[in-house]
């Protein structure tokens, strides 16, 4: 995996746009290119592309859309938006990159509805922690797995050359950075060299090298992994190859609601409408309605690394309209019990403790309440009989990357870019800020996208001689 001298080249065919990586940002980029007019062949190491998309939720913010509007939620804007992306952030992210994203997503869905006929609708119920409006967007399915389909669908129908079990292992560039080509392997331990005018880097970021994770994020070096194997850092190392600038590598988006040992995303809309999470002594530990990234090292902080959600039968109906969490009920991740007690004795928690802790709980709900954590308690309160389901933390991906401009063209530390390649979702700097608390939730398939839309844009300009 490194960079190559453009001079040793030998390749048998050329794309005028060339993508690594069939996920979101990947599709997105391969369509956008497209309807420019230019060819495009993306290129995907595994058999079949799933990416950490098709492990998402696959839940994408936007604002001032036709689908909110539709619901009567007139008053988001993309200024809005992105004011709640800075906030989430502490300040500490790039406000025109908040901007740009937040200014792009919504079109970007749009177009999709319109010229690719895949559906959106809006999450309705709860709104996740840190957004001012209800903007979560998913296709009518709700699974990361289903968008995906509906963009390789897309991908294939709009004449996108998807090449699977085709690694990409390194670049061909001038000397000035321009890159010329990529040499791919196959799983037979074949390779060839192809082509092309612009590339597009969207093989998101590190998550899966314990290397980098260690070196960036020692907080999560023993952490479970819960994104796609095959984010193995490889735009971080191309880039750096080529000059660019990287940044922001202590961000991530970790989660602090897998059950465990099933290891079955729990959707954290159960904690923000009532239920609460206890550690193994009985006792809650944080304000649950900080965000479910920063849960990670919260939940992670506890003995043994793990914590129960505890919540009751109206958030159980709750649940059950995510796809994830009935899973998490098919394989037997959650427990119910008629009384406290009982939840106690099933889940092994010190049945004192547990009785005074949810006693308390009660007591704020019933007025409203702030808890010592600042947390406050707006939901009804909870009523028997009661769930519970053991979780840990996990990283599910990383959120610095590749610096990159309003067209998603990667920049080199002076600040000017590169000469035609591009960068999206996972390969790119995110909006988080330097460290987990600054995942917004969405700002991963919201990069995805937008980027992806804005880098197929660019390549395709860029492709074209512009
Ligand atoms: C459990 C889970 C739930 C999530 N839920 C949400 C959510 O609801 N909303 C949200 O916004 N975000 C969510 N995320 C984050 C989201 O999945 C990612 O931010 C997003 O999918 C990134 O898209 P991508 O296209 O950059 O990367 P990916 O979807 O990972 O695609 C990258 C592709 O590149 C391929 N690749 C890598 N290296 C190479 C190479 N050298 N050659 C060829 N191919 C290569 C990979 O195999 C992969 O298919 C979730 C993540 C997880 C793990």
């Not at 998913?138 to 990361?144: L, S």
Request: hydrophobic share 50%; glycine share 14%.
């Amino acid at each position: 995996m490194s960079r190559r001298p453009a001079a040793g080249l030998r390749a048998g065919w050329s794309a005028p746009v060339l993508v690594i990586g069939a996920g979101a940002c990947g599709l997105v980029a391969a369509l956008a290119a497209r309807a420019a007019g230019q060819e495009v062949v993306v290129l995907e190491r595994d058999r079949a592309p799933t990416g950490s998309t098709a492990l998402a939720s696959g839940f994408i913010p936007a604002a001032a859309t036709r689908w909110q509007r539709a619901i009567g939620i007139d008053d988001d804007s993309p200024a809005r938006f992105a004011a709640d992306i800075v906030a989430k952030a502490k300040h500490r992210g790039d406000p025109a990159a908040a901007a740009c994203l937040a200014a792009a997503i919504g079109p970007t869905l749009e177009w999709l509805a319109d010229a690719h006929a895949i559906p959106f609708e809006v999450l309705e119920g709860f709104i996740y922690p840190g957004h001012s409006r209800l903007r979560m967007h998913a296709v009518p399915e709700r699974t990361g797995a289903a968008l995906l389909a509906r963009l390789l669908a897309a991908a294939e129908a709009a004449g996108v050359a998807v090449l699977t079990s085709a690694q990409a292992e390194s670049l061909f560039a001038d000397a000035d950075g321009a890159v010329r080509g990529v040499r791919v392997t196959r799983p037979d331990g074949s390779a060839e060299e192809i082509g092309c005018g612009a590339l597009i880097l969207a093989c998101n970021g590190y998550g899966g090298d314990k290397a980098l994770v260690r070196t960036h994020i020692p907080e999560m070096a023993e952490a479970l992994y819960f994104g796609h194997a095959g984010n193995q850092g490889d735009a971080l190392r191309w880039g750096a190859a080529l000059g660019a600038e990287a940044r922001d590598l202590g961000a991530y988006q970790g989660h602090g609601g897998v059950a465990h040992p099933h290891g079955v995303l729990i959707t954290w809309a159960l904690l923000m409408q009532g239920g609460v999470q206890v550690n193994r002594d009985g006792h809650r530990f944080w304000n649950e309605h900080e965000g479910y990234s920063e849960a990670a090292v919260a939940v992670l902080g506890q003995p043994d690394g793990i914590a129960f959600d505890i919540y009751d039968a109206r958030l159980h109906a709750l649940g059950q309209t995510f796809e994830d969490y009935r899973q998490a009920e098919a394989v037997g991740a959650i427990r119910r019990a008629e009384d406290v007690a009982a939840l106690a004795a099933l889940c092994g928690l010190p049945g004192a403790t547990l009785a005074a802790t949810l006693a308390e709980v009660q007591a704020l709900a019933e007025r409203q309440g702030t808890d010592q954590f600042g947390r406050n308690f707006a939901a009804p309160p909870l009523a028997p009989p009661f769930y519970a389901v053991r979780v840990t933390g996990a990283l599910f991906h990383t959120q610095g990357g590749l610096v990159v401009d309003a067209d998603a063209r990667v920049l080199r530390p002076d600040g000017t870019a590169l000469p035609n390649l591009l960068a999206g979702g996972g390969a790119a700097r995110g909006v988080s800020g330097p460290a987990v608390w600054g995942y917004l939730s969405g700002n991963g398939l919201l990069a995805a996208m937008a980027y992806g839309r804005l880098a197929g844009q660019a390549a395709a300009r860029l492709a074209a001689g512009g």
